[in-house]
């Protein structure tokens, strides 16, 4: 099982450019979810999805846009990337949303808006 | 905001112990307490998680007090690979949102 993907692991964009970064899990999980994460600090959850079919804001959604396109596929976009966008983002997936429930994440997408 | 505090930096001789504290004072009753850890930048791996009783499996060991206010993730025989950013994890709010704080740097010295 290759786990959590994430594509592309580089990206460079021009302030006000858009683009899609992909995530796809093979474990059958159920929840997945984007998180990112700036220099020094933790992770910040910017949406998630608790299942097929339904997407819900986290703690910084501003910005950002995602699709659950099936179970497997959990992407996030940005339609007019600003510099404060600027990050390495993290995708990860989990068998369920409970409160005993271990995420498993994706090798990131480092992304700089110029 | 986190709910957990951490010390933000700790050394630890290589086949030693280490004993990475984290404060919960807030915690609710039914709540989990996880360890993630992240090497260099790498995404984020799962370590353990606890209710009330000790856990242990075969990365670490997870001791939580009896008031369960506070918790420390043990690492008996640390490597140098186990150098990284330890990040203890209380889940908040009613979609259990796992709200990562700064983490416990580690670093294992030979």
């Known amino acids: 099982n290759a786990g959590v993907t994430q594509t592309p692991k580089f990206q460079v964009l021009k302030t006000g450019q858009s683009m899609t970064l992909q995530c796809a899990q093979d474990m059958n999980h159920n929840s997945m979810y984007w998180y990112r994460q700036d220099p020094g600090m933790g992770l910040r959850l910017i949406y998630y999805s608790a299942s097929e079919g339904t997407t819900d804001k986290g703690e910084v959604p501003n910005g950002y846009n995602v699709s659950r396109l099936n179970k497997r596929e959990f992407s996030l976009r940005l339609e007019s990337a600003a510099p404060s966008q600027t990050s390495v983002y993290f995708c990860?997936?989990?068998?369920?949303?409970?409160?005993?429930?271990?995420?498993?994440f994706g090798p990131g997408t480092r992304l700089t808006v110029l | 905001d986190a709910k957990t505090t951490q010390p933000p930096s700790m050394d630890c001789a290589e086949g030693r112990a280490a004993n990475l504290p984290c404060n919960h004072s807030?915690?609710?009753?039914?709540?989990?307490v996880y360890w993630y850890r992240q090497i260099h930048s790498q995404g984020p791996q799962y370590i353990i998680h606890g209710l009330k009783n000790n856990e242990t499996n075969e990365m670490a060991s997870l001791i939580i007090t009896e008031d369960r206010k506070s918790s420390t993730l043990i690492l008996p025989h640390a490597t140098l690979r186990d150098t990284a950013v330890y990040y203890c994890?209380?889940?908040?709010?009613?979609?259990?949102?796992?709200?990562f704080g700064a983490g416990t740097r580690l670093t294992v010295k030979p």
């Open positions: 994890i209380v889940r908040v709010g009613n979609n259990n949102d796992m709200r």
């Open positions: 807030t915690i609710s009753g039914n709540e989990y």
């Open positions: 990860a997936s989990s068998p369920d949303r409970g409160r005993s429930d271990t995420q498993y």
